[in-house]
């Protein structure tokens, strides 16, 4: 089950059913079934807390992922800071809702074992990101038909 919350923060206006549609797909492109995901929307000030709190890192992120995953089947809460997507988006010139849906598939992503710390790491996730962002584009338009 997939559930999307909030913490300090409006609830983005997202299609909830298509984002947990396409989450499944994408697990399911790289071997995986859904477990429980909980999507966690927040701000700046929240994600920070979460970071030093349960990671000891005193600094902003766009998401943070705790990572349930048991086999084949991921699981996860998944923190976003909607301050540092809106900023992020801004820095990189793209629409707030295409970062906002890279962030989304970027926890997915990690929870399928893709990582982007390492060398070649990160060029391995923003394809895997940009693919997932076509599909998703693909998925819009046949239900836009």
């Known amino acids: 089950m997939i559930t999307y919350c909030t913490e300090d923060v409006k609830m983005p206006k997202i299609q909830k059913r298509g984002i947990s549609a396409w989450v499944k797909r994408i697990a399911d492109k790289h071997g995986y079934k859904v477990g429980d995901i909980a999507y966690i929307f927040c701000s700046d000030e929240h994600i920070l807390e979460v970071n030093k709190q349960y990671l000891q890192h005193d600094y902003y992120t766009d998401i943070i992922t705790f990572d349930y995953t048991e086999e084949k089947k991921i699981s996860g809460d998944l923190f976003i800071s909607l301050d540092t997507v809106k900023t992020n988006a801004e820095k990189f ?53």
Do not use: Q
């Open 93 to 145: 010139g793209a629409e707030y809702d295409t970062e906002l849906h890279r962030v989304i598939i970027h926890g997915i992503l990690h929870l399928c074992g893709i990582n982007d710390k390492g060398p070649g790491e990160r060029e391995i996730m923003e394809k895997n990101e940009n693919e997932a962002l076509e599909l998703l584009k693909e998925i819009n338009n046949e239900s836009n038909k």
